[in-house]
T-cell receptor, first 113, second 114 residues
Framework: GNSVTQMEGPVTLSEEAFLTINCTYT??????LFWYVQYPGEGLQLLLK?????DKGSNKGFEATYRKETTSFHLEKGSVQVSDSAVYFC????????????FGDGTTLTVKP | ETGVTQTPRHLVMGMTNKKSLKCEQH?????MYWYKQSAKKPLELMFV???????ENNSVPSRFSPECPNSSHLFLHLHTLQPEDSALYLC?????????????FGEGSRLTVL
């Protein structure tokens, strides 16, 4: 079956530090890959996505590249802000599995001033 | 504003109460989902509806009863819950089950069972 493994947290960084949250996946088909973000007291919202190999998703300074050869989709940001403090979820959706979404366990990021 | 609205945002109930959670989406989507998010546990898919028909029930106890009267509304009826059912219940929608697009989540209903 499909699975998503992401870096365990919590991750604590100082403002303007570089962020990487690792995500690797296992899928039987050709999945689309997503990063969702959950701010305190809110639901999940899409941060970025990539639908095929070598695609780069980007939004709000965050980037992730779909690497089929390493089955990875690592999230990066060059300079984090306090407002980026949230829980980040890596996920995949696979058309060969009825479009079912599979989520990682989430990584909590805290950014300190 | 994601286009998916959940009410109530917070709910406290005793184990013998009956209550319902409501989800409404204004996105014209045809698939709707209930997820359970508990502390220190992965996100759990509970139910899936596609064009008002239930297509997935992930071995959810019968004390949770979903209802989907139309493609825009989804309910989760709750009765005789246990304290371990306390969690954030998230509703989501997508254009159609089987597409590979993103899910659109509501802000969740925080349930506490005493």
């Amino acid at each position: 079956g499909n699975s998503v493994t992401q870096m365990e947290g919590p991750v604590t960084l100082s403002e303007e530090a570089f962020l990487t949250i690792n995500c690797t996946y296992t899928a039987t088909g050709y999945p689309s890959l997503f990063w969702y973000v959950q701010y305190p007291g809110e639901g999940l919202q899409l941060l970025l996505k990539a639908t095929k190999a070598d695609d780069k998703g980007s939004n709000k300074g965050f980037e992730a590249t779909y690497r089929k050869e390493t089955t990875s989709f690592h999230l990066e940001k060059g300079s984090v802000q306090v407002s980026d403090s949230a829980v980040y979820f890596c996920a995949l959706s696979d058309r060969t599995n009825a479009g079912k979404s599979t989520f990682g366990d989430g990584t909590t990021l805290t950014v300190k001033p | 504003e994601t286009g998916v609205t959940q009410t109530p945002r917070h709910l406290v109930m005793g184990m013998t109460n009956k209550k319902s959670l409501k989800c409404e989406q204004h996105l014209g989507h045809n698939a709707m989902y209930w997820y359970k998010q508990s502390a220190k546990k992965p996100l759990e898919l509970m139910f899936v509806y596609n064009f008002k028909e239930q297509t997935e029930n992930n071995s959810v106890p019968s004390r949770f009863s979903p209802e989907c009267p139309n493609s825009s509304h989804l309910f989760l009826h709750l009765h005789t819950l246990q304290p371990e059912d306390s969690a954030l219940y998230l509703c989501a929608s997508s254009p159609e089950r089987g597409d590979t697009g993103e899910l659109f989540f509501g802000e969740g209903s925080r349930l506490t069972v005493l």
